[in-house]
């Protein structure tokens, strides 16, 4: 069973950076696509980032977060990264990290996505 973990969410100001991690147990992570998205109070979950599997040759990004935040992944450490710049009081969210059952893409929908984790909370205040 694949299991994933969260780590890194916290309180910082406007225009500061944070780094997520998402540590992932079982399975096989170098064939796993892996995505994070994002909830905030009384909305649905949004996607934020896409990773293809192996390499991570191709990314995949909403448009409210392209050129400020960058996924990444480590597959010697079954570990995805979410580097997130320039925050905003509207990134605001908890944060979840996501994994495919098998390779296929970095796609932006819930769907494709099997394994969650219980996510961590980011806010940012003005």
């Known amino acids: 069973q694949v299991q994933l973990a969260e780590s890194g969410g916290g309180l910082v100001q406007a225009g500061e950076s944070l780094k997520l991690s998402c540590a992932a147990s079982?399975?096989?992570?170098?064939?796993?696509?892996m995505g994070w998205f994002r909830q905030a109070p009384g909305k649905e979950r949004e996607f934020v980032a896409a990773?293809?599997?192996?390499?991570?040759?191709?990314?995949n990004y909403a448009d409210s977060v392209k050129g400020r935040f960058t996924i990444s992944r480590e597959n010697a450490k079954y570990t995805a990264y979410l580097q997130m710049n320039s925050l905003k009081p509207d990134d605001t969210a908890a944060y979840y990290c996501?994994?495919?059952?098998?390779?296929?893409?970095?796609?932006?929908?819930?769907?494709?996505?099997?394994?969650w984790g219980q996510g961590t909370q980011v806010t940012v205040s003005t």
């Open positions: 996501a994994a495919s059952k098998s390779p296929g893409g970095a796609y932006r929908t819930l769907s494709h996505y099997v394994y």
């Open positions: 990773i293809s599997w192996s390499q991570g040759l191709v990314t």
């Open positions: 079982g399975g096989t992570f170098r064939t796993m696509d």
